[in-house]
DNA sequence: ACATTAATTATGT
DNA sequence: ACATAATTAATGT
């Protein structure tokens, strides 16, 4: 087998990649050419890492398709869950929260695609492009505050508001719209939520069969439907 | 009000 | 056939 000589057979990657999406909508057609000509694009299996927790922080992402599931490594080697990730979002962002490795390990949950650049070049897009700074900070503060709702919730609510909340942000976020309801754009299983949600798998199956029966939802295996979000919101009121 | 344990069943390769 | 996911009941704190 011979070498490919890579790279520059590769199509160049077209600018309307990334001219929707927030920390480059505000930029020059050029702008976004060069950027994007410093970018490696990539396609990744699902259930597959994109970095891990702790290594050295070498490149940030952005992700163009699919979702990625961002978990931490407990002590014990299990994992849990901390966040999702959905497409359109910088991620892997080391640099702007001041480190030099990555502070969790980004698992992709389903097929997903993301473009990717060395982290040398995080200093100069923050100073030479405009809004990239701002933009790239709105996100990482978004992921901050709703960590620190999640922890509110778990001081003060009971498993049953915590898991309603917690699907509530899914569909928000990640929810594509079918016929009867919005659904849970990638798969989760009952131990993914139980591990947003700071329960077991067990108190997250009763509460989705139970629901299940009120019509509240619809669920198969790693397949979430919310069929009345309204009653969802009321639930999590209590 | 919830976790834990355990047994059982369903589902996807 | 096998591993993983989900359900369900019983028991414990």
Known sequence: MNELPARRTL???????LTHLPPFSRLEPRDIRTILDQA???RYDEGVAIFDEGAEAERFFMLLDGYVRVVRITPTGEQVTALHIPAGQLLGIARAIGRDTYPATAITATDSVALSWPMRLWDSFV???DGFSTESYKTVGKR?????NRIVEMATQQVEQRVANAMLRLINQTGRKVDNG???DFPITRQDLSE???????????LLSSWEKQGLV?????????????ALVMLSQR
């Open 218 to 230: 619809q669920s198969r295996r790693k397949r979430i439907t919310v069929l009345d979000p309204h």
């Open 144 to 148: 901050v505050s709703e960590l620190n």
């Open 182 to 184: 919005i659904e849970i």
């Open 40 to 42: 490696t694009s990539r």
């Open 127 to 129: 100073s030479d492009y």
């Open 11 to 17: 199509p160049r990657l077209d600018e309307s990649l």
């Open 196 to 206: 947003l949600t700071a329960t077991t798998l067990h108190t997250v199956s009763r």
